[in-house]
């Protein structure tokens, strides 16, 4: 990851040509950044695993029949080449490249890496922590520790912010201090795992690649996530699967702020 992205990502930030970027689909980009990222994701991860196949963000968006990969036996590296494409089409520094890798609808390892600030996280399925190496020097996660509703501070849509800013105006209730959206779930992910924030909301359609390495770590290193709908532990499933995720500090933090954001 380190090694793609020094060579594929950082000399192409804020150095992009208009026909660098294009549209996937209204407001959502993709560069030449994602592309060749992703190539070469794909041929550095498959070797180390034998057997393994590669499911990658671009590829899925022209081909979603490869997402039937994560319901076999066989190991699926799960890549985001770049993710924040539009924070890092628009020059922001604000993005991530991520990889998990799952088998049989479990996540075995995860990855995030932060190329502009040389910083790696990761975590194992069957081993204790969540780690991270920054400079050279390796220090274990730890994820926010339980607090007060109106001191936590963390990640919602902004229809949601805008709702709950109205309400905590009003004097409606315990509402949650800071509510931001960085457009970057990877270092949304970094942040949750380092105590940085204290929860993260994610709605509408749960992209595999966003979430299976995040969750993996941020599990490992303190935290609880489940699923809304049913309250189940989130895992990477053969489609892109359309629910609510919710990360917290721990269990109660989680069904205090489920009351929350469900009240609005």
């Known amino acids: 990851m380190e090694r793609v992205a020094a060579r594929e990502i950082m000399p192409r930030f804020r150095h992009l040509s208009d026909h660098d970027i294009a549209e996937k689909k209204p407001g959502d980009l993709v560069t030449i950044a994602d592309i ?3 190539r070469a994701l794909a041929r550095e991860l498959s070797p180390l695993v034998p057997g393994s196949v590669v ?3 671009e590829e ?10 994560l319901a076999g036996p066989r190991p699926v590296w ?3 080449p770049l993710d924040g494409t539009n924070n890092f089409a628009h020059g922001k520094p604000c993005f991530a490249v991520i990889v998990a890798l799952c088998q ?8 995030i890496h932060d190329p502009l600030r040389g910083l790696t996280a990761w975590a194992k399925a069957g081993e204790d922590g969540a780690w991270i190496r920054e400079k050279d020097e390796v220090r274990r996660l730890s994820a926010a520790a339980p607090a007060p ?10 229809s949601l912010i805008k709702r709950l800013t109205e309400k905590r105006d009003a004097g409606e209730g315990d509402i ?6 960085y457009r970057c779930v990877g270092q949304e992910y970094l942040d949750l795992a380092r105590g940085r924030l204290h929860f993260s909301r994610y709605g509408g359609c749960l992209k595999p690649w966003d979430h299976a390495a995040g969750v993996l770590i941020h599990r490992k290193a303190g935290g609880f996530s489940a699923i809304i709908e049913d309250q189940a532990p989130y895992s990477p499933r053969p489609g892109i699967v359309r629910g609510t995720l919710l990360l917290a500090p721990d269990a109660a933090g989680w069904d205090a702020l489920h009351r929350v954001m469900n009240g609005v």
């Open 60 to 69: 899925a968006g022209s081909n979603p029949s490869v997402l039937g990969a």
């Open 176 to 181: 949650p201090a800071r509510m931001v959206r």
């Open 104 to 111: 049989s609808g479990e996540v075995r390892a995860g990855w």
């Open 78 to 80: 799960l890549i985001d």
């Open 36 to 38: 060749e990222a992703e």
């Open 55 to 57: 499911v990658g963000e």
């Open 149 to 158: 509703m109106k001191e936590m501070e963390g990640s919602l849509g902004n």
